[in-house]
């Protein structure tokens, strides 16, 4: 879906929206536990009210450089066929509802994970609104990517 | 499926359920064709079936169960014997009955199967010659009140509903700990209460969570008599079946890890154990076997045993087997005792079947067994006296859910390992930590009462903080299938009773672990797989047959594949199949150490045994020549070994046509290679000759 209601956050500067049916809540950010030899993007395992849960970082995922280091990011916890899991962003902004006028596919200068991550844009008067792929950008494991 | 209505799902379920009540309904009346309660209950299943799916308009289902239930009176009201056509041919009506119903739960509809033939069977047996009515025993008295009751008393619940509940216990003790630090430092009695009547609650909160997942055994075994009766109509054999303890508890998940692994098990007896007719007939045994299931609670543990009075294991074949199978060589097969023998049947690519039937005998199996076993915590042992029949004994924990478990940290990361994968704990001071490092000639191996452990260090094998910036260290000798190793780690902090949750599913590649659990404090931790961690750090061979694959059956020679050459002695050229090397390294001759009278050199953090090709084939001796030697590195049984050549030549496709004129131990003739004639190695043999991991032992480990 690329129309409807959409929860934006920020990363870099850049904004990025997903569905608001696909987030179960966002929270103060919580790396939770290291996972040794886990992919890059895993930056830990949180208790989330008894559930494990993977905490995936989208600068990383995006291959951005680190967030500095008094930063405080937010955990979005976004609901997946395999239980919730939490993407790491740097700023949480508007739940905002953007109709097909807005909408455009990914413009083709897109290279990289961005390219493959975003579904398309909504270029809205005041900024760009990137549509993440959630199954995608959650899928942090070369090999599963398939 | 997700649009089907409630009630068609209830159908499903319920009516699956039945039928396995009905297979083994079926193998009991063919023994005891006059047990009427039995046959009333077969015709009961069948009758309810057919009447719910005509309600659902299933034609399919219910011109089938029509003529079924059809025979089923003729049978109830004694008009015509149950022949073991009839068994046949009901046991193929509730195939039917399940295929149909497989059907419906996947698409929804009945599919297009043929089912014809089958009703024709079943009428044409209808019409068999009525019998002449024997006076009808009076039939048992009806129960149908106390079956009523059970009903009333049991619903049926989803597991999914369980599963949450476990958790929300899990979160109430962690709730319950915030809630007893938060509070501030009193004295007040009824606070303690408070506190000590929460806990209590909870634990048996957990209890009563934890036996909702227990399920009988029995729940596993209700579908083994069909399992068996067809077997042994395949292989022409007569097998009884005897069951004991089926009321004996055990978590699902349990149950369900261990299912297949059972029916592979009675597979191997019913075909390999169990004789048949003739020969036993001939040995003086009753011409049906006896196969015995057996489950019983034991100490903490569930024993589930599965015994036959069949023609048991002969040590001496299983010793010939291992042999020709290139496992081990003749000389050890002779000094092997015959208990050792034996369990040599849960090595992976073995098989003593003469012949490979499609039941079992393709050279996996029991190994499969064994690890599926093993990682619920369980362990196998097998008693087997010739001709009198064998017995496989399995010890497996009564739950997966909450297990005991050491909490440790590393590198300030804590992690969990399971108690039932540690031996000892041996913990270490700073100066400890450095002599006994070294103790043993310099190699990261540990002695534990005359055993030499390999160490594998925790930091290594999870890349965490160097191994060198730790004060203290504690070592955990674990066990991982037969080997024990010990694993280092910063230090234990305490023992907890952990409940195992899955991990997330892309991280299920990582088999350094099994789960994760959280901790008293609400943390994560990630729960350790011994095996797993073994496999990481090279102390147990991969999972996989490719080693046996190898040795088995080995490329045929005609084949042209990559051969190393290599040069050992003055102007001595050796070859060997590349597809055995692990690695080749350049190793300086001043790296070279030696353990007692073997040579040694340290490897990724291991110790690695050399043998030096010349010693092996028996040349005579020779001291180290020039700065460095080539090591080609084997894995052998789980550990690398390193073959010390002075230098290797190159590496080349070729097919070399062997002449065995040259052959003797080690070695398995010469063929041409790269214009120069060269002898072609037998590493299997070379690496068998010498032992160095026996050697190492015996030098480091004698007292």
Redesign the interface.
């Known amino acids: 879906m690329t129309t409807g209601q959409f929860c934006t956050f920020a990363v870099a500067g850049q904004h990025f929206g997903v569905i608001v049916d696909d987030i179960h809540e966002v929270i103060r950010h919580r790396s939770g536990s290291r996972v040794p030899l886990a992919p890059a993007a895993v930056v830990g395992l949180m208790n989330l009210r008894g559930r494990i849960v993977p905490v995936i970082d989208l600068r990383t995922r995006l291959g951005l450089p680190p967030r500095v280091a008094d930063a405080e990011p937010l955990n979005v916890v976004l609901r997946t066929k395999d239980g919730p899991k939490a993407l790491v962003v740097d700023t949480i902004g508007d739940v905002l509802t953007l109709g097909d006028t807005t909408f455009e596919p990914v413009p083709p200068t897109f290279r990289g994970p961005m390219a493959e991550l975003v579904r398309g844009v909504h270029k809205l008067p005041d900024r760009i609104v990137l549509m993440l792929d959630v199954p995608k950008t959650l899928t942090y494991t070369p090999a599963a990517a398939g | 499926m997700s649009d089907l209505d409630d009630i068609v799902k209830e159908f499903l379920v319920e009516s699956t359920e039945n039928l396995d009540q009905l297979d083994r309904d079926l193998v009991v009346l063919e023994k005891a064709p006059a047990d009427r309660a039995t046959l009333g209950s077969v015709f009961r299943t069948i009758h309810t079936i057919k009447g719910t799916c005509g309600f659902f308009g299933f034609t399919k289902l219910e011109a089938v169960t029509h003529v079924g239930e059809n025979l089923l009176s003729r049978l109830r009201e004694g008009l015509q014997p149950l022949t073991s056509d009839v068994t046949t041919a009901l046991l193929h009506l509730v195939d039917a009955v399940r295929e149909l119903l497989g059907r419906i739960e996947a698409t929804g509809g009945e599919g297009d199967g043929d089912y014809a033939p089958l009703i024709a069977r079943l009428t044409q047996l209808q019409q068999a010659k009525a019998i002449a009515v024997v006076e009808p025993t009076p039939p048992p008295v009806a129960k149908p009140t106390g079956e009523a009751c059970a009903i009333d008393a049991s619903i049926r619940v989803d597991v999914s509903v369980l599963d949450k509940l476990m958790?929300?216990v899990?979160?109430l003790v962690?709730a319950r700990n915030q809630a007893v630090l938060a509070a501030p430092p009193t004295d007040d009695a009824s606070f303690h209460r408070a506190v000590q009547h929460l806990t209590q609650i909870t634990r048996e909160l957990q209890d009563a969570v934890m036996t909702t997942r227990m399920q009988p055994v029995g729940v596993l075994w209700d579908r083994y008599p069909r399992i068996i009766r067809d077997l042994a109509a395949q292989l022409g054999k007569q097998v009884r079946v005897e069951f004991e303890g089926s009321e004996t508890e055990l978590d699902r998940g349990i149950l369900e890890a261990v299912k297949d692994s059972f029916i592979h098990v009675i597979r191997n007896a019913i075909d390999h154990g169990i004789e048949s007719p003739a020969i036993r007939q001939a040995r003086g045994k009753p011409a049906e076997g006896l196969l015995k299931m057996r489950a019983a609670h034991e100490g903490g543990q569930v024993v589930i045993e599965v015994s036959d009075d069949g023609g048991g294991i002969s040590p001496d074949r299983v010793r010939a087997k291992a042999v020709e199978n290139g496992l081990i060589s003749a000389e050890q097969a002779g000094r092997l005792p015959d208990h050792d023998a034996v369990m040599m049947i849960f090595l992976p690519g073995f098989s003593t079947a003469d012949a490979v039937t499609n039941i079992s005998g393709r050279g996996v199996g029991m190994d499969v067994v064994k690890t599926s076993i093993e990682r619920i915590g369980g362990r196998l042992e097998v008693q087997s006296t010739l001709n009198i029949g064998t017995t496989l004994r399995v010890r497996i924990p009564l739950t997966l859910a909450i297990i005991p478990a050491i909490i440790l940290v590393c590198d300030g990361?804590?992690f969990a390992i399971p108690q039932m994968s540690l031996v000892q704990l041996v913990r270490l001071d700073r100066t400890a930590a450095h002599t006994s490092a070294e103790q043993v000639h310099g190699l990261p191996v540990f002695r534990l009462r005359n055993e030499l452990l390999p160490l594998v260090d925790l930091r290594d094998v999870?890349?965490?903080g160097s191994v060198h910036d730790r004060d203290e260290r504690t070592i955990l000798v674990v066990q991982a299938e037969d080997r024990r190793f010990g694993l280092v780690v910063d230090r234990v902090l305490d023992s907890q009773e952990i409940v195992v949750?899955p991990?997330?599913?892309?991280?299920k590649?990582?088999t350094?672990?099994s789960g994760?659990t959280?901790l008293d404090d609400?943390?994560?931790?990630?729960i350790l797989d011994v095996l797993g961690l073994a496999r990481a750090a090279g102390v147990l061979s991969p999972p996989g047959r490719d080693r046996v694959r190898v040795r088995v059956s080995p490329p045929p020679p005609a084949d042209v594949q990559p051969w190393l050459l290599l040069e050992s002695g003055q102007d001595r050229r050796f070859a060997l199949p590349m597809n055995l090397v692990v690695r080749i390294e350049e190793v300086a001759i001043d790296q070279i150490e030696s353990a007692g009278r073997l040579a040694v050199i340290q490897y990724h953090g291991d110790v690695l045994p050399l043998v030096k090709l010349a010693d092996a084939l028996g040349d005579p001796p020779r001291p180290w020549v020039g700065e460095s030697i080539s090591v080609v590195i084997f894995r052998d049984d789980g550990r690398l070994i390193g073959l010390a050549v002075d230098r290797v030549v190159d590496i080349l496709e070729a097919a070399p046509r062997p002449q065995p004129t040259a052959a003797r131990p080690g070695v398995t003739g010469t063929a041409v290679l790269a214009d120069r004639v060269a002898e072609l190695i037998d590493v299997v043999a070379v690496l068998r000759l010498t032992d160095p991991w026996a050697v190492l032992a015996a030098e480091v480990g004698a007292p």
């Open positions: 958790n929300l899990g979160e962690l990361e804590r999870l890349h965490l949750k991990l997330d599913e892309q991280l590649p990582l350094v672990y994760a959280i609400g943390g994560v931790g990630l």
